[in-house]
């Protein structure tokens, strides 16, 4: 015979299997990337791969334009989470007193430095008087290259002369010998056709011989909104969970994510495919205390070179979500 404790046990399951959407409603997230850049490679595998949907989450999802667009989303509240905010700029929002909080490292800062292959510098130690390219004096990449050259081998910045361009001006200005030499991101150094080049050094390995660590420079962070985090932890919980497994993915699965890519961001079969074999020099998904070290040191090589005016609060990294998710699958 039922009781009334075994009637309203089987109510309430009965009543969550026919109200799906009651339950939805409670996991429910707003995710915010950029549309350009690093950052749209991951989303298109992130979303396609359905990763947060498998965690138990009900995404909506929110594109922009502007690299900072997913920042400024996450504190006028309009996003829950940024993918992928620039380091840089959430470095920025915590001196604000911004309601934001870094969760998890989404992004290396890789670059190498590249010559054209018939030039006569053998080394970064020779780009003493040279002309290098790379991102713009004033940037956050352009302050971790500066430390590391003059850290690393003795170059101030008075010592060479700093081109600044996207990209694809970096290597045009290279083939013209306008410039000696460049720090270049690997998927433009793999999409080059016709111009010869010859590595340097990567700014990577340079960083973890400079700090004496094993975490790399990160670009970008996935940034939670205060009030979000606070009242759904379960729920960013399951977000990084679904990074760290999304991350893992497309490192496993390269043809998969190449397919992912290829669909979702009009790229052709070749560059989707050296996109994704690139996967691990550009993507990561960790919050270990040495990656939170290690956005320390660049906040002070930023605060320092001006970037940023004052010392980061250690209240904008957020382990525990992390440390959460990692014991979870």
């Not at 793999?190 to 700014?203: D, N, P, Q, T, Y």
């Not at 940034?223 to 490192?251: C, D, Q, Y």
């Not at 040495?290 to 970037?307: N, P, Q, W, Y």
């Amino acid at each position: 015979m039922m009781t009334r404790r075994d009637w309203l046990a089987a109510t309430a399951a009965l009543a969550m299997t026919a109200s799906p959407a009651l339950a939805q409603e409670r996991d429910k997230i707003r995710i915010g990337y950029w549309t350009s850049g690093f950052s749209v490679g991951f989303g298109a595998v992130f979303q396609l791969g359905e990763f947060l949907e498998k965690q138990g989450l009900q995404p909506e999802w929110i594109r922009f334009a502007d690299v900072n667009g997913p920042t400024k989303a996450v504190i006028t509240n309009s996003i829950d989470v940024a993918q992928g905010a620039p380091v840089a700029g959430a470095f920025s929002l915590a001196l604000q007193g911004a309601p934001a909080e870094a969760v998890l490292a989404t992004q290396i800062a890789e670059a190498t430095f590249v010559v054209k292959d018939d030039s006569s510098i053998r080394s970064i130690q020779d780009l003493k008087g040279k002309k290098i390219g790379m991102s713009p004096v004033g940037s956050s990449t352009y302050a971790l290259i500066a430390a590391v050259l003059e850290r690393n081998f003795g170059l101030k910045p008075s010592d060479y002369t700093p081109v600044g361009g996207n990209e694809g001006q970096l290597v045009q200005f290279l083939q013209r010998g306008d410039i000696d030499a460049a720090s270049l991101r690997a998927v433009t150094i793999a999409s080059v056709s016709g111009l010869k080049l010859r590595e340097l050094g990567h700014l990577v390995d340079e960083w973890k011989r400079m700090n004496r660590s094993s975490a790399p420079p990160i670009l970008a962070a996935a940034l939670v909104h205060k009030g979000f985090a606070e009242k759904n932890p379960a729920a960013v919980t399951k977000f990084v969970r679904a990074m760290i497994e999304a991350t893992k993915f497309g490192s496993e699965h390269n043809a998969e994510a190449a397919e992912m890519l290829k669909k979702a961001s009009n790229l052709d079969v070749k560059d989707a495919t050296s996109y994704a074999q690139l996967w691990n020099q550009i993507y990561t998904a960790t919050f270990e205390p040495a990656d939170v070290e290690a956005l320390k040191a660049m906040a002070e090589i930023f605060r320092v070179s001006g970037t940023i005016k004052s010392t980061v609060p250690a209240s904008l990294f957020n382990t525990s979500f992390y440390e959460k998710a990692k014991q979870t699958r």
